[in-house]
């Protein structure tokens, strides 16, 4: 794939990942494109050379892999894993607050959103539903996506804040509630599943629960008189997740390639379907079982197996520079990131990085690092949290990105490129 390819196909998939389960689908989707078989830890498995497959858990997390060879022992496993969630709002149950003439929806915050920039704008919402199959044990689960200017958050206008633009704290469960509609006594208690039924094209009686997130309703956009930048939300992680999905399906594997794609990560990965969970490593035991691998034989791929962890970077903002370590600056169209910290958030070290630079240096492409401004917290990642389960060397990477957890973020078509075709010579090594 060239530039443009990767720019148009990214802002098409981060259109369509509205939610973590949006984000699943639109991954399997193009797996099933390019022949993966779907396959579940229930069934018993059997696999050989040449296999591609996927599985998927609570659906929004998927593992896909394709087999390039069947001497893991020897020859590992080529991992790299990113995230499906991005920071938003997450309905509530009884969501129908009416006050004021309105009627708004009671939510709560999912992992970090930048608060201002989700006011004032047309939201939707996204996510699934579930209802009875007939079995208790497995509910039947639907996506749902509205697609209409459904919501919006409002701000207080200035003449009642004059002390806005010097800085306000938004109260979630006050100021960050969104309209959804006027008052009336048509407006039931259970008004959000009447829309919901309606656009499912269901009973709302058949309506057991939800998880149902706002999403912003504004399109990607190709930012820069010579289109350099891509503008839209959730480039943290579905930048991450596309550039190495399309690398897993361009590749030709020399070994057993693992793409980790994993919800939760913007609240702690601590879920059945998180990176802080024995998904990856039970999917990696059933892939060496499957190949008819031994115990120790599986165990021995790990220490031929490495690993990038995948998940964006903080890229240098001329208006902050004071807000930036003094020496590693990474900049917006100049290569992927590599991330250190001495507390280990990250995943990197000297060993793991060489890797990565020589990776880079083969693909041709430049490489920068980031460290957090000494004094201050950073973020954390997947890398941490997969190394307390699989005994693999892993390197924390990103692209440099501007107002990370913003409703709308700024990143580079460049790098988007460039970390494209690292991930290829990983998969292809």
């Given at each position: 794939?060239?530039?443009?390819?990767?720019?148009?196909?990214?802002a098409d998939f981060?259109?369509?990942?509205?939610?973590?389960?949006?984000?699943?689908?639109?991954?399997?989707?193009?797996?099933?494109?390019?022949?993966?078989?779907?396959?579940?830890?229930?069934?018993?498995?059997?696999?050989?050379?040449s296999d591609k497959g996927y599985f998927k858990f609570n659906g929004?997390?998927?593992?896909?892999?394709?087999?390039?060879?069947?001497n893991i022992e020897e020859d590992g496993f080529r991992i790299i894993g990113s995230h499906s969630d991005s920071p938003t709002f997450k309905i509530k149950s009884n969501p129908i607050i009416k006050d004021g003439g309105l009627v708004r929806l009671n939510t709560e915050v999912y992992g970090g959103p930048i608060f201002s920039t989700w006011l004032d704008k047309p939201l939707s919402i996204a996510g699934r539903v579930t209802v009875s199959s007939g079995d208790i044990l497995k509910p039947k689960s639907m996506l749902v996506k509205i697609d209409k200017d459904l919501l919006t958050i409002s701000n207080l206008c200035i003449h009642m804040n004059r002390e806005i633009n010097n800085g306000f704290k938004y109260e979630p469960q006050s100021h960050l509630l969104p309209i959804l509609t006027s008052d009336s006594d048509e407006i039931k208690e259970d008004y959000?599943?009447?829309?919901?039924?309606?656009?499912?094209?269901?009973?709302?009686?058949?309506?057991?629960?939800?998880?149902?997130?706002?999403?912003?309703?504004?399109?990607?956009?190709?930012?820069?008189p010579n289109e350099e930048f891509i503008s839209v939300g959730r480039q943290d992680n579905l930048s991450m997740a596309y550039t190495s999905l399309m690398a897993l399906v361009?590749?030709?594997?020399?070994?057993?390639?693992?793409?980790?794609?994993t919800d939760n990560e913007e609240v702690g990965s601590m879920s059945y379907q998180g990176a802080d969970s024995p998904t990856s490593e039970q999917v990696m035991q059933r892939i060496?079982?499957?190949?008819?691998?031994?115990?120790?034989?599986?165990?021995?791929?790990?220490?031929?197996?490495?690993?990038?962890?995948?998940?964006?970077?903080?890229?240098?903002?001329?208006?902050?520079?004071?807000?930036?370590?003094?020496?590693?600056?990474?900049?917006?169209?100049?290569?992927?990131?590599?991330?250190?910290?001495?507390?280990?958030?990250?995943?990197?070290?000297?060993?793991?990085?060489?890797?990565?630079?020589?990776?880079?240096?083969?693909?041709?492409?430049p490489v920068q690092t980031f460290y957090?401004?000494?004094?201050?917290?950073?973020?954390?990642?997947?890398?941490?949290?997969?190394?307390?389960?699989?005994?693999?060397?892993?390197v924390d990477i990103g692209n440099p990105l501007l107002a990370m957890h913003s409703i709308r973020e700024l990143g580079s078509n460049m790098d988007n490129y460039y970390v494209y075709k690292v991930f290829l010579e990983l998969f292809n090594n």
């Open positions: 794939m060239n530039k443009e390819e990767i720019s148009r196909g990214l981060i259109d369509n990942s509205v939610s973590a389960y949006h984000s699943v689908d639109s991954i399997e989707k193009i797996l099933k494109e390019n022949n993966f078989k779907e396959y579940k830890l229930s069934d018993e498995i059997k696999l050989k050379k929004s997390t998927i593992i896909a892999f394709n087999i390039g060879s069947e959000l599943n009447e829309l919901l039924a309606e656009e499912l094209g269901i009973n709302k009686e058949e309506i057991l629960d939800y998880d149902l997130y706002l999403y912003d309703r504004q399109k990607a956009s190709m930012v820069g361009d590749s030709k594997a020399q070994a057993v390639n693992l793409y980790i794609c060496a079982l499957g190949l008819n691998k031994s115990e120790e034989e599986y165990l021995r791929s790990l220490d031929n197996s490495f690993m990038i962890s995948a998940d964006m970077a903080h890229a240098l903002h001329p208006a902050y520079k004071d807000k930036t370590d003094p020496s590693n600056r990474p900049e917006l169209g100049q290569g992927p990131v590599i991330k250190y910290s001495a507390n280990k958030s990250y995943s990197s070290d000297a060993y793991s990085a060489a890797v990565f630079k020589e990776l880079c240096k083969k693909a041709g492409v957090n401004k000494s004094g201050s917290r950073g973020g954390s990642t997947i890398g941490p949290i997969s190394s307390k389960y699989l005994r693999i060397h892993s």
